[in-house]
């Protein structure tokens, strides 16, 4: 298993689906700066998906009219049941240490969720009475 580290990865996932990978920096204090300029928000959310992947995006995207994210709707439907569509570009990281300080993605993580959001994937719908 791979040393977990303050610093490592971060990916950032557009609504146009281009993908960027970005350093995590080491220092708290650089953690907010990267998440706002990578969201391009004021205000944003973390969404915990598994211990090592937590996806930041904008909280008021919907309400600002932000366009759907498919490839953040996606990686987190691989996870989860979908119970919302996701609005604006999204920040992937890895989980928490102890401490609650974000943590980067390994390399090995980097290279899944790349994996991830390259393969196409059908999102699970209701079924309906017809």
Known sequence: MPTRTKSGFALLIRTDSLFRVLDWPASDAGHLQVIRAACDCDHFDAIRITDNLTMWLDDEGLLNGAPYNPGATLLYAQHHPLHQPYHGHALFTGGADAEGNTLGLTDHEL????????????????????
């Open 111 to 130: 290279t899944d969720l790349v994996e991830q959001h390259l393969a196409p994937t059908v999102i699970p719908r209701q079924r309906t009475g017809n």
